[in-house]
Each structure stands twice: as structure tokens, then as C-alpha cells.
């Protein structure tokens, strides 16, 4: 039983916490190279998982390779608990950006290093990563998703799942091989995925947004302020909170550098939205009056 607000989902057959946690920012800017603050990285993800948090969402192209290491340091060896969620499909490049590398051999390079840089023999969940970095793109995932069904098959990885996908790429993954996750950009401002979110959680799968508190441009709306003056929370407290209300199947992988803020998030997501609240917030994405 988990004491974080949401409590549990089950990913395949691995119980996780609603309420997780997102490496990504940990690394340096841009998410390249080492965190200004090495300690307090490694202090916010030991305190993430003191806390009971059992999912973190990480990958070796954050860095590349910071953050998986930084979990290793914290964390190895791993309570049984504890699920890591990886994911390939993009390298890095010095400038910074995020080249796709979904060939075969490079997906075979990547759960490799995956498995190097965290110290495991199985990576309980891959996601395949797709589009760029303005969004999902279309197109088929056939040959690199048969790739990581080949790499399940082989023992290497438990569970798949799919990111940065369009409608169309979540279909074509499930006709290939059962996925057990949904990780794609969503949050108060950015519904685009609405329907998505509906039928995953009719069928059982999780809906995993990034960027649930805007990532790099946090959220910011004058109705979100709004309600969070008067449930006297943080803006951050009630749009994961409105996250956790909006639907059972999703989890939340925010990030955070701070432990203070760690501690605030989980506190502010157990926060219960009234359904006039909940209309308010609804409203900011259906209107658009947030920025992000
Ligand atoms: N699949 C993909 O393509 C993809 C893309 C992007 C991200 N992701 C995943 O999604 C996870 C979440 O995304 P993210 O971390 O980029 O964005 P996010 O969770 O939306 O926002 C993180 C930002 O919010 C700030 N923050 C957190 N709590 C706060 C609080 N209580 N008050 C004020 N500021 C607060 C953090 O700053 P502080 O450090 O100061 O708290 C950080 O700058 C990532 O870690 C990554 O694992 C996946």
C-alpha cells in the first residue's frame, strides 16, 4: 500500500506508484553534461525514494548518460520495489539536440548502455521514443518496435511502451506487441490528447504525461493561480493534482532538481479539487489562457 497521493497502478506486472519521478532535468543545462549541484541531485533522488515513490523515469540520452549514473550512485542496489523506466529512439549531438537513432543497431546500442549505466541485467520498461522535438511525427515504428520485441524476447527488457506518438503509432505498436504505457506531452494547457488518455485507461494502459508542470516554461494561467489562491496551494500542487483527478491511468513523472519542491508536489497533489474547481481547470485548455 502507498501513502502517495493517486496510490498504486500496475504496469504489466510491476506495481508502481501514481505519483513517480523525473530525471531528466537533473542533468546540467539542456540536459547536457554534469548538475551544478552533484550532492543535491543525488540527495533528491534517495529522498524520492525514502519518500515511496517506486517509478522514475529516466533515459541515457539525459546528459547523456548523467542522470542514469546519478541513479546509480543514489540508488544501486535497487529495492526490489523500485521500477526504472527508460526509454531509446534519440541520441544527443554537441549542440545539444536530440538526432533520432532508431535503426536497429542503434536501438540495440542504446538498451545496452541503458543497462551498463544503471547497473541492471533487465530494464523493466522501455519506451520506444518517437517523433522530434517539436512533437509526435507520423510514420511507421514497425521496424525499431519489432526491435525491442526481439530485445523482450531475448530477456533484456520487461515491459514496452511508446512516447512522443501519434494516435496512429500507439495502434500500430499494440497490433505489433502488447505496450503497457503512453509516455507523451500533456498537462493542463496541452490536451491534445484527451481521447487518447480515455481509451488507454479503458484498456488498462497508462497514460504517462511529460512536461506535467510545463517542463522548461513552467505553467503558468491567471485561473490556475486563481484556484490555487484560494485552496491555498501552489499552482504546481493543483495542476498535479488535476492530473492525478483527471484520469486513474495516468502517472506523474514531474521533475525537480529540489527537495523542498519534491516534498511540496507530493503534498500538493493529494490536494481534492471541488468539480468547480475542476471546471475552472478544465477550462484553461479547452480556452488556452495558459502559456507554457
Ligand atoms: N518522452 C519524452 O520525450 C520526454 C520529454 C521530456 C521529459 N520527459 C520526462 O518527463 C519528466 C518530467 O518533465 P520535466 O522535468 O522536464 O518537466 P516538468 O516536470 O513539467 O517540470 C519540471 C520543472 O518544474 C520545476 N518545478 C518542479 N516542482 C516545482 C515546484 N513545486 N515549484 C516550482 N517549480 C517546480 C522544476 O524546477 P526545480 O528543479 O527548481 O524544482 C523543473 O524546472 C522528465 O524528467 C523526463 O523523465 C520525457
Redesign the pocket.
Known sequence: MSTLPGGTWTLGDLTVTRFGY????LAGPQVMGPPADRQGALAVLREAVDLGITHI???DA?GPRVTNELIRQALHPYPESLHIVT?VGATRDPQGGWPPARRPEELRRQVHDNLTSLGLDVLDLV?L?LGDAAGPQPGSLAEAFETLVELQQEGLIRHLGV??ATEEQVAQARSIAPIVCV?N?Y?LAHRHDDELIDRLAADGIAYVP???????T?LQSSALSAVAARLEA?P??VALAWLLQRSPNILL??????TA?LH??IT?AGLTLSDEDLKKLDDIGLGATATN
Open positions: 523525473g530525471a531528466m532535468q523515469d529516466t533515459s539525459y526509454k519506451n521514443r512516447s512522443n509516455q506531452m498537462n511529460f512536461f506535467p508542470l510545463g517542463g522548461f513552467p501552489t504546481m500542487s513523472i514531474p521533475g525537480t532538481s529540489s519542491h511540496e508536489n500538493g
